[in-house]
Each structure stands twice: as structure tokens, then as C-alpha cells.
T-cell receptor
Framework: GENVGLHLPTLSVQEGDNSIINCAYSNSASDYFIWYKQESGKGPQFIIDIRSNMDKRQGQRVTVLLNKTVKHLSLQIAATQPGDSAVYFCAEPYTGRRALTFGSGTRLQVQP | DAGVIQSPRHEVTEMGQEVTLRCKPISGHNSLFWYRQTMMRGLELLIYFNNNVPIDDSGMPEDRFSAKMPNASFSTLKIQPSEPRDSAVYFC??????????????FGSGTRLTVV
């Protein structure tokens, strides 16, 4: 699959630096948020999720922060590697539906 | 586990022709989702099934689009007749029943459709 391309915001970082990708969501009633990673030619892949009763959740090299007051979600990647280069999407459930709605995505480019 | 399998990977067809996209979900997953990805609209939900039954098809753009799930291991998305504006990448995803929404959401590799 080809990523949504030319209109994506792009974050360019040096290898080894930390990356922060941001997402604003619209539905204050959402109780669950997910970050997906999409590499070129592939489908989106689950990275990490967080429930609305949490402010922070950590995984391996990734941390998700949730600020419900301003309806903001961020994904932090520690020690960014070339393999982290991809498009990152935040997602939340559609209201009343057992399916996900996705943000427009951010392209992360890691410079060696 | 082979994951969600979609076919074909690429499809080029002429306007007016019928196109059928196929999906095999992960065994044991009871929910199946079809999404479309374009530059202009990003990832859009088209339809989803639970236990082979269509639950919500409000995302299907027109009557030219139809989807079926005749059994737990197979689904199709059909476009008839196809138009150039249908060109996109179509993704299928599956999820186990009872899983937290999103956590058990596994996507296939997609079908890139080009209608000329």
C-alpha cells in the first residue's frame, strides 16, 4: 500500500535523537486511542494503545502521552532508528461503532 | 500465522470493468473491516462485518461498491462498474471478537487499484 504522500506533515530527525509525533483528536468521549505505523508498501501496524483513564503508557522505546484537557495525543520514540521511518497514524473508535477512525498521519524521516 | 491475506496486490483495470478484491482474515478473528486509503482522504472505513454479518456499510461510497463475507475465512469487495476515482489502496483488517478495539486489529498488505 502506498502511504498518503505529498500532503503529509513530515518530521525529520537524526538517527539516535528522540522523536515526538503529535495528534489532535476531536471526540472528547473517546475512551481508547491507538498509534499505528505504516511502512511503504505495507498495511498499518499496531504500535501502542492507551485508555482514557491513563495519561501515559510506555512500551519498548515508545511512549504515548494523552492530554484529555486539550484533546491531544503524542507518540515519543526514543533513540530513533532508520527502521522507524514510516507514516504514523493516531486512531480512535468511531462513536458508537466498533471500528477505528484514523488521523491524517505524520511522516517520520530518520537521517543516518 | 500468515496474517491477513489480500489479493491481488496490484490491479489495473479499465473504466467500466468489474473489480473484485479478496481478503482472508486471521483464523479465529470474527470481525473484518474494509478501508480505502487515498492521498486526499486518508484511511476511510468502508464497511465492517461481525461474525460474517455486515454491521455498518455507511462508508461505502456508492451502489457501485458491494462487499460480502460468505464465510469466516473469506470476504470480497466488488466495484462494478469501476471509475478512475476509485483508484486507491484498499485494505482489509481483522480483529478477534472481544478484543479491545484496535489492539487486535491486524491489517493486510493492501490492494493497489488503478482504474484507467
Amino acid at each position: 500500500g502506498e502511504n498518503v504522500g505529498l500532503h503529509l506533515p513530515t518530521l525529520s530527525v537524526q538517527e539516535g535523537d528522540n522523536s515526538i509525533i503529535n495528534c489532535a483528536y476531536s471526540n472528547s468521549a473517546s475512551d481508547y486511542f491507538i498509534w499505528y505505523k505504516q511502512e511503504s508498501g505495507k498495511g498499518p501496524q499496531f504500535i501502542i494503545d492507551i485508555r482514557s483513564n491513563m495519561d501515559k503508557r510506555q512500551g519498548q522505546r515508545v511512549t504515548v502521552l494523552l492530554n484529555k484537557t486539550v484533546k491531544h495525543l503524542s507518540l515519543q520514540i526514543a533513540a530513533t532508528q532508520p527502521g522507524d521511518s514510516a507514516v504514523y497514524f493516531c486512531a480512535e473508535p468511531y462513536t458508537g461503532r466498533r471500528a477505528l477512525t484514523f488521523g491524517s498521519g505524520t511522516r517520520l524521516q530518520v537521517q543516518p | 500465522d500468515a496474517g491477513v491475506i489480500q489479493s491481488p496486490r496490484h490491479e489495473v483495470t479499465e473504466m467500466g470493468q468489474e473489480v473484485t478484491l479478496r481478503c482472508k482474515p486471521i483464523s479465529g478473528h470474527n470481525s473484518l473491516f474494509w478501508y480505502r486509503q487515498t492521498m486526499m482522504r486518508g484511511l476511510e472505513l468502508l464497511i465492517y462485518f461481525n461474525n460474517n454479518v455486515p454491521i455498518d456499510d455507511s462508508g461505502m461510497p456508492e451502489d457501485r461498491f458491494s462487499a460480502k463475507m460468505p464465510n469466516a475465512s473469506f470476504s470480497t469487495l466488488k466495484i462494478q462498474p469501476s471509475e478512475p476515482r476509485d483508484s486507491a489502496v484498499y485494505f482489509c483488517a481483522s480483529s478477534p471478537e472481544g478484543a479491545d478495539t484496535g489492539h487486535g486489529y491486524t491489517f493486510g498488505s493492501g490492494t493497489r487499484l488503478t482504474v484507467v
